[in-house]
């Protein structure tokens, strides 16, 4: 089973000594029948007063760090190793209920989906609606994979992949109406249009695994992506900013109804606002094989 080992360092630089709140690390892997996490080692300078683990609403896997010392940097690193065996790409038959769209999730099933089908974001004039609304046949039943796979492959194809200093992720009616966006962005305006058309989806954040031969965007840093449920498939990963059907080159890390619920750091320094010179993150993610000892 193919091996692979993630190196995660964010370094936050400060004017001078300030004190830390709590901070919320979600960087360990989710495991998975198709993802296992064979070594994890968090290190935090400064050494923090208290840490613990939880996992949240979610299930994912979070460390919450307190700290009782000052310092004019803080740097959070993580080196983890994980087996990676992606799932083969779903395949659904004729019989099955969510062969043809549209299709009805089971009673049973709805009231935990509802969340995660209902549209989160403002479409006062249903321009998403209406884009998503393109992915269906008008003539007759159209087959759900083609919905989700044209969907992620016309996102790949026909927007512009956009490196953005603000913070958070942009409305998807920001991204449609630009046609660019990063790849949070791209997942978000996703998984609101499939909500547009009753289709359960959620997001992912995560890692990219970025072989020598592939021209991935997104590389070098912590990725996104989207999950979407099917009966009697359950969560299948789409990635539409590199056009990834499966979990191939995916290590997920943290899934949420939004992507605010998904920041892998988050926390608070005591101090005035210009106390804060910079940050640095370095990530990479390598085949164990490629290690090499120092």
């Not at 194809?157 to 913070?167: I, L, Q, V």
Request: charged share 25%; hydrophobic share 40%.
């Amino acid at each position: 089973m193919p091996r692979l080992t993630i190196h995660h360092k964010t370094e936050y630089r400060y004017a001078h000594p300030v004190a830390f709140g709590e901070h919320r690390i979600m960087l360990r892997p989710r495991d998975g029948h198709d993802l296992r996490v064979l070594s994890g080692d968090l290190r935090i300078e400064p050494e923090p007063m208290r840490l613990r683990w939880i996992h949240d609403v979610f299930g994912n896997s979070v460390a919450i760090a307190t700290f009782d010392e000052r310092s004019d940097r803080l740097v959070v690193t993580w080196t983890a190793t994980v087996e990676h065996n992606p799932a083969e790409a779903f395949a659904l038959t004729p019989d099955e209920p969510a062969y043809f769209y549209p299709f009805l999730y089971d009673a049973e099933e709805f009231p935990d989906l509802r969340q995660f089908i209902t549209p989160q974001y403002s479409d006062p004039n249903g321009e998403l609606a209406d884009w998503a609304r393109k992915f269906l046949d008008v003539e007759s039943p159209t087959p759900t994979f083609n919905i989700l796979s044209q969907m992620t492959h016309g996102i790949r194809d026909a927007f512009s992949y956009r490196k953005r200093h603000e913070h958070g992720t942009q409305h998807p009616l920001d991204t449609l109406q630009t046609g660019s966006g990063t790849c949070r962005d791209y997942a978000l305006l996703m998984i609101e249009a499939l909500r547009q058309l009753g289709i359960a989806a959620r997001f992912v954040s995560g890692y990219l695994f970025v072989p020598a031969d592939e021209g991935y965007l997104g590389g070098g840093s912590t990725h996104a992506w989207v999950q979407v449920y099917l009966p009697s498939a359950g969560w299948i990963e789409f990635d539409p900013t590199n056009g990834i059907v499966g979990t191939r080159d995916l290590v997920r890390v943290a899934v949420a109804r939004d992507p605010r619920q998904a920041i892998p750091l988050h926390g608070t320094y005591l101090g005035p606002a210009d106390a804060f010179i910079g940050m640095e993150v370095n990530i990479r993610v390598v085949a164990a094989e490629d290690v090499v000892e120092a």
